[in-house]
């Protein structure tokens, strides 16, 4: 399957596809003139003799060291070998390849001089599923992810390093087993390929993605975790949150009103309840995990607008016949999505670990065991699991600090104010990994409590999560090694399985549900 991308008119759902999927792309063949009329400006300029940035100079400090037209091709290699300064792990494959389909879209919208052959090749990449190796470090996010994407297209010269089923070869072997060729980079091609936000936004939009299918995962949860304490569902009601009108919470409360209908055991409490309100995270649910959804919206928002958008310098107008530069490189609006993403991730998993606590201590859970565990003494049952909880609760807490507000010259002071995008961005995967493990936690603990209320029954929406839940990870009657069933319990959240359970498919990122 082939997905054909239009510039500028790419949607989010289409990006998650080629993130999830890991479909092949390719553009819309009508941007091919437009891409081909810069590119024959951009070669005008380098034939010459007045000085235009990137593609008759050298770079960034350098900018006023004229280059001779024999020495152009040697200029942009020369570019991408010197930006090959990654570190760390490398970036996963489904990411990259995310990376590589949004530089697509960047170069399609034909203002960054390159020919056509570039495009064909990117694409003839991601078909035969050809990955640079792409270290995860080295960008601060201005003058555009250098180091990631020049590993990138070190593999587009022959150079650098590829994943080329499931081996790692030397970029040149990868190609040349894939039946594609290498490209000799013109005028401005070098520059236009590692100029550019894609990396930061490619994983900013990973963590959009993750983040909201663990959003809606914990509506799934705390759903379960309502019923398990035998909470109200008055808070519920939605005139409450009309009242107050955010959408995203008055979504939440409709998704778990509808989820908690039929429940036998919030029926059997309406009367003679001596609790008169329950704990906030409980009540509050809507309103907090609500907000953290308007607030990945918000994010979606600006990811989807620089997904579309051109982000390299120079830039070629065709229309007024000027190559300018400026400095749309600066991955600023990345940064601050980021950054809002991982606000909305640390509180989903607050309020959820502040359930799992509820959950445990039989001070507050409604009379269910210490622990949620039949014989609590012998069996310690759920006990560490909630300090795990704890934890990540904890980390994500602190990986939440905004990377937007970091700044530190570079480049002798020629790019005096960067955004730290790559790193907000990076963080995003690590903080949803610490999130899908409490919100799994969370999931095991909200079951073992609705199974403790029998005879009574939870809802039929619940009932059919719960079956889910029972398939992979067993009642926890007596003590057992508890780390495979938090792994399995944590890929429930992140594989879609409880969403699908409970039909909450509807809940589509960027979309009101």
């Given at each position: 399957m082939t997905v054909t991308l239009i510039p500028a008119s790419v949607k989010l759902a289409e990006l998650e596809r080629i993130w999830r999927d890991q479909v092949a792309v390719k553009l819309d063949p009508a941007a091919r003139d437009g891409v081909e009329a810069a590119h024959a400006m951009v070669?005008?300029?380098?034939?010459?003799?007045?000085?235009?940035?990137?593609?008759?100079?050298?770079?960034?400090?350098?900018?006023?060291?004229?280059?001779?037209?024999?020495?152009?091709?040697t200029l942009q290699r020369n570019l991408i070998l010197s930006h090959c300064c990654g570190v760390g792990e490398p970036l996963d494959i489904a990411t990259t390849r995310l990376m590589m389909a949004l530089k697509l879209l960047s170069?399609?919208?034909?203002?960054?001089?390159?020919?056509?052959?570039?495009?064909?090749?990117?694409?003839?990449?991601?078909?035969?599923?050809?990955?640079?190796?792409?270290?995860?470090?080295?960008?601060?996010?201005?003058?555009?992810d250098l180091a990631p994407l020049a590993h990138m297209a070190a593999v587009m010269i022959g150079a650098g390093d590829a994943i080329y089923e499931g081996k790692t070869l030397p970029g040149g072997e990868a190609l040349a087993k894939a039946g594609l060729t290498p490209v000799v980079l013109g005028p401005k091609e070098g520059l236009a390929l590692i100029n550019g936000t894609q990396f930061s936004t490619a994983c900013a939009l990973a963590g959009l993605f993750s983040a909201w299918r663990n959003a809606a995962s914990s509506i799934v949860t705390s759903s379960l975790?309502?019923?398990?304490?035998?909470?109200?569902?008055?808070?519920?009601?939605d005139e409450i949150h009309t009242l107050r009108g955010h959408p995203g919470q008055i979504n939440v409360a409709r998704a778990m009103r509808d989820l908690m209908t039929g429940s036998e055991i919030r029926e059997s409490h309406r009367e003679g309840d001596?609790?008169?309100?329950?704990?906030?995270?409980?009540?509050?649910?809507?309103?907090?995990?609500?907000?953290?959804?308007?607030?990945?919206r918000f994010a979606g928002q600006t990811l989807e607008i620089e997904a579309n958008a051109v982000t390299d310098n120079p830039l070629v107008l065709k229309e007024d016949g000027r190559i300018v530069s400026g400095g749309n490189f600066h991955a600023e609006p990345v940064a601050f999505a980021a950054d809002q993403i991982a606000l909305a991730v640390a509180e989903i998993g607050a309020i959820a670990q502040r359930r799992v606590a509820l959950m445990v201590d039989p001070t507050l859970s409604h009379d269910l065991p210490p622990f949620l565990t039949p014989e609590p003494g012998l069996n310690s049952g759920l006990m560490i699991a909630e300090?795990?909880?704890?934890?990540?609760?904890?980390?994500?807490?602190?990986?939440?600090?905004?990377?937007?507000?970091?700044?530190?010259?570079?480049?002798?002071?020629?790019?005096d104010h960067v955004s730290m995008a790559a790193h907000g961005a990076r963080r995003l995967a690590r903080m949803?990994?610490?999130?899908?493990?409490?919100?799994?936690?969370e999931l095991i603990c909200a079951a073992q409590g609705v199974e403790f209320r029998a005879p009574l029954k939870t809802s039929p929406g619940l009932l059919n999560v719960l079956k889910s839940v029972r398939s992979d990870i067993p009642t926890v009657k007596e003590d057992r090694y508890m780390a495979p069933d938090l792994a399995k319990a944590a890929e429930l959240v992140t594989g879609g399985t409880l969403v699908d359970a409970a039909n909450l498919s509807g809940f589509v990122v960027g979309?009101?549900?």
């Open positions: 070669r005008k300029a380098a034939d010459g003799s007045d000085a235009v940035y990137g593609v008759n100079t050298g770079f960034g400090k350098l900018a006023s060291v004229k280059i001779a037209p024999e020495d152009t091709e170069l399609g919208r034909g203002a960054s001089g390159v020919r056509w052959d570039l495009i064909e090749l990117i694409e003839g990449m991601l078909a035969k599923s050809v990955t640079p190796v792409v270290p995860s470090q080295g960008s601060v996010g201005a003058s555009g975790s309502t019923d398990a304490i035998m909470g109200s569902t008055a808070p519920l009601v001596t609790r008169v309100q329950d704990p906030y995270c409980i009540r509050c649910q809507p309103q907090v995990t609500g907000a953290a959804m308007d607030l990945l300090v795990t909880t704890a934890a990540l609760m904890s980390e994500n807490k602190h990986l939440a600090n905004p990377c937007s507000t970091d700044s530190t010259p570079t480049s002798a002071n020629q790019e949803n990994a610490n999130l899908s493990y409490i919100l799994g936690v979309e009101a549900a």
